[in-house]
């Protein structure tokens, strides 16, 4: 059966149809889906019934498998086993009232994953086992499309400039100026960024960990990354994202950013994250 590929918004995102992913894709299909994360930035598998082995060999196809190292006691005893390449993005704690994943409650700021690495991770996936009643969905917003709508006195006193991306792990809104850099994990990268594989350019500073433009004034540094951040959150640019128990995400870091909408705290929400790593973004 031939894979459908169903666009999903004017901003960015694109349903794949007819796909099984507990089963190994062909290199055709490979290709085919390949193709449509480059040209929709974020594709959507519905109706998966997928263990960790399944998700994990899904983003093989398109890269090498992250890690994320933690400790074997932030999992869900009732799901799948521990996996060193798996993350759980989820609000739910033990019987000893020990979160069993990461960033579990609220909102969540736009932001792309891992900017705070030398080599940030180029795709995401996220699989839905776990929903809240209300909220909780996922923003995306088009870095192609942000970049393009800048005014040309932006692009230009930025262009070739880097800012500097900082995180404090657990972190979901902002509250203060700055992070503490002798603790949180910080790099330098490209206030522009070009894509590895399509050649375009893209804005890769985000409102969650981007603290300033290195070498550059202050004032008009901070001035010119508040007017970034809100064109970003034109609802023009961004696909939002409402979930459902069995769906797959996979987004390209290098052009997306991302954010959660607040959801009640009394409701569960679990979602399993598995990455591929990524070069270093020029």
């Known amino acids: 059966m031939a894979i459908a590929v169903v666009p999903l918004s004017d901003a960015c995102g694109a349903e794949i149809r007819d796909v099984d992913l507990r089963e190994p894709l062909d290199p055709a299909a490979v290709a085919?889906?390949?193709?449509?994360?480059?040209?929709?930035?974020?594709?959507?598998?519905?109706?998966?019934?997928?263990?960790?082995?399944?998700?994990?060999?899904?983003?093989?196809?398109?890269?090498?498998?992250?890690?994320?190292?933690?400790?074997?006691?932030?999992?869900?005893?009732?799901?799948?086993?521990?996996?060193?390449s798996v993350m759980l993005i989820t609000n739910i704690r033990d019987d000893q009232g020990r979160p069993i994943g990461a960033l579990p409650d609220g909102e969540m700021m736009?932001?792309?994953?891992?900017?705070?690495?030398a080599n940030p991770?180029?795709?995401t996936s996220l699989y839905a086992i776990e929903i809240p009643t209300k909220?909780?969905?996922?923003?995306?917003?088009?870095?192609?499309?942000v970049y393009d709508a800048l005014p040309a006195r932006i692009r230009d006193r930025l262009a070739g400039r880097r800012a500097m991306n900082v995180f404090?792990?657990?972190?979901?809104?902002?509250?203060?100026?700055?992070?503490?850099?002798?603790?949180?994990?910080?790099?330098p990268h490209p206030v522009f960024?070009?894509?590895?594989?399509?050649?375009?350019?893209?804005?890769?500073?985000?409102?969650?960990?981007?603290?300033?433009?290195?070498?550059?004034?202050?004032?008009?540094?901070?001035?010119?990354?508040?007017e970034i951040y809100e064109l970003q959150r034109e609802p023009r640019f961004v696909y939002e994202h409402k979930w459902r128990i069995g769906d797959l995400l996979m987004w390209d870091n290098r052009c997306t950013m991302?954010?959660?909408?607040?959801?009640?705290?009394?409701d569960r929400r679990l979602l399993r994250r598995v990455t591929i790593e990524g070069d270093r973004p020029v």
């Open 258 to 266: 991302h954010a959660r909408t607040d959801f009640p705290r009394a």
């Open 110 to 117: 736009f932001h792309t994953d891992t900017v705070y690495d």
């Open 32 to 84: 085919t889906i390949r193709k449509a994360w480059l040209d929709h930035l974020v594709i959507l598998f519905r109706d998966q019934k997928l263990a960790d082995e399944d998700q994990i060999r899904f983003a093989g196809y398109f890269g090498k498998v992250g890690d994320y190292l933690r400790p074997k006691n932030l999992r869900n005893p009732d799901h799948d086993t521990y996996h060193r």
């Open 121 to 123: 991770h180029a795709a």
């Open 193 to 226: 960024r070009r894509h590895p594989d399509t050649g375009r350019l893209a804005v890769y500073v985000n409102e969650l960990t981007t603290e300033e433009v290195v070498d550059f004034p202050e004032t008009e540094g901070s001035t010119l990354l508040r």
């Open 135 to 145: 909220g909780g969905h996922t923003l995306f917003s088009n870095q192609y499309m």
């Open 168 to 187: 404090e792990f657990g972190t979901t809104m902002k509250t203060k100026e700055k992070f503490d850099r002798s603790v949180a994990p910080h790099y």
